[in-house]
């Protein structure tokens, strides 16, 4: 069969066409051939920094917490500040730069939310009960809470507006027993270094202090905390520049893994 010259290029075109189309259809479908950096915002990466205001009682859980944060997010830097949940609120509704608030009653929080300084709906993660520390050798032979109250007793507690205190309070009235500190401390590490220092006989503490003091301390539990157990609750603060990295901080800490370290702590679930 002969072919001529006409019939030939319009077969040649015919098949450039049909290339030509085929090529286009294959590139569509395939936009992981973007740069990095668009790939990079596609997964949803968080960078930056916060600042988070936690309960004296949650620095060493929270110390831990932060610096897994931080690994497993490279490019984020967490700061962390610790004090009494009453002198943090107080700190927050007067300008103080946080992006999270972690308390250890559901009080102060509270108090943060009245003012419109809560971002949503805080949500608790750890509860917390009282235990008396002494000083390895118990001086003043403590076994009870109502020893406490024996006199000559050195015994510190956390001022009334501190969670610890407000607990302390509880107990003392569902024990029946009436204390007389001779110091009230702003927070519970405060009450925990006069045990340390040898100046008081015993301090009122949570049973998370105790554990961490290792043998600085000796701890000695009492019936009577179960009246006055602490939940403490977690919020991003309205004010947050970086409300993002904030949720994902406070997403940590709530998670499975987050519950491990503070179980681990001695914190009970709420």
Sequence with gaps: MRITLKRLAAILIAGTLTASMAACGAGTPTPSTGSAGTES????????????????SLKSTFTQLAKEFEVQHPGTKVTLSFAGSSDLVTQITQGAPADVFASADTKNMTKLADQGLVDGTASNFATNVLEIAVPPGNPASISSFADLAKPGVKVVT?????????????????????????????????????????????????????????????????????????????????????????????????????????????????
């Design 41 to 56: 915002s596609m997964t949803g990466e968080i960078t930056g920094e916060i600042t988070v205001f936690a309960a004296a």
């Design 158 to 270: 956390c001022a009334s507006q501190v969670p610890c205190g407000a607990a302390t309070e509880t107990v003392e009235k569902a024990a029946g027993t009436t204390l007389n500190p001779v110091s009230e401390e702003s927070s519970v590490t405060d009450v925990l270094g006069k045990v340390t220092s040898g100046e008081a006989d015993a301090g009122l503490v949570y049973v998370t202090d105790v554990k961490a003091a290792g043998d600085k301390v000796k701890g000695i539990p009492f019936p009577e905390s179960d009246k006055a157990v602490n939940t403490y609750p977690i919020a991003t603060v309205g004010t947050s520049k970086n409300k993002e990295l904030a949720a994902a901080f406070l997403a940590s800490v709530t998670s499975e893994a987050g519950k491990k370290v503070l179980r681990g702590a001695g914190f009970g679930t709420p």
